[in-house]
């Protein structure tokens, strides 16, 4: 959660507005150019996305690609099976994976690796700087929390991982794999089933992250914290 640091007031309203149909009217407004297609990079739960996906079909041609943080090939987390943000709404992500758009998976085999420890997270408040102040603490009680409850000596940096590939796409090594979602286990409910070895004779429908330049992902967040420390 967001704890550990006082984060500043906000002047910015929350939009009267539900967020699928957010979704619907950003991807399809007036003012999008439309020789360019929209990036959606959730990193929750994928219910917004399904549901809009079913209320306004004609969206998938204004998505470019999914790249989301969720699933697992291996590792899970709220349930010996699953990890959460497919876990919370296994029926919304299959309606997702099954929609035809680009996705890729950026899943707990990665996230989980791209931990800073201690030492890191001291590297930043060290800085002592307007973000900085900020980011050390909200790290350092992320990784206290992970530490008691998953055992990791460090701060799991899942979500800004997702996004960090945006940016650099060479800090993940990704796989095309043919994705199912388990919706009807008694014990496997959430689970991303990949065709790791292509049994099923499916085609893939996600670029699945496998592995994770953690340097370069480090650097890539330090480098943004001075920078911002900077303006």
Known sequence: GLDG??????????????AVDFIISTLLADTVNRDEKIYLVPT???????????????????????????????????TPAAEFNIFVDPEAAKIVF???????????DVTNKAIFSF?????ITG???RVS???????????????????????????????????DSSILTTKPLHVDIETKGEFTRGRTVADIYRVTGKKPNAEVALRVDVDKFKKLIFDAVVKLDAR
């Open 44 to 78: 929750g739960p994928l219910t917004n996305i399904a549901v809009a996906l079913i209320k306004a079909p004609e969206i998938k041609n204004r998505i470019e690609r999914i790249v989301l943080m969720g699933g697992a090939l291996y590792d899970s987390n709220v």
């Open 98 to 108: 099954e929609a035809g758009i680009p996705i890729t998976m950026v899943g707990l």
């Open 127 to 129: 800085l002592n700087g």
């Open 133 to 167: 102040s900020i980011v050390g603490p909200l790290l350092h009680f992320f990784a206290h929390a992970n530490l008691e409850i998953f055992n990791i000596n460090g701060a799991p940096l899942h979500d800004p991982l997702t996004v960090a590939y945006l940016i």
């Open 5 to 18: 640091a006082k984060l500043p007031e906000t002047d910015i309203k929350p939009l009267n507005m539900h």
């Open 119 to 123: 030492p890191d997270i001291d590297r």
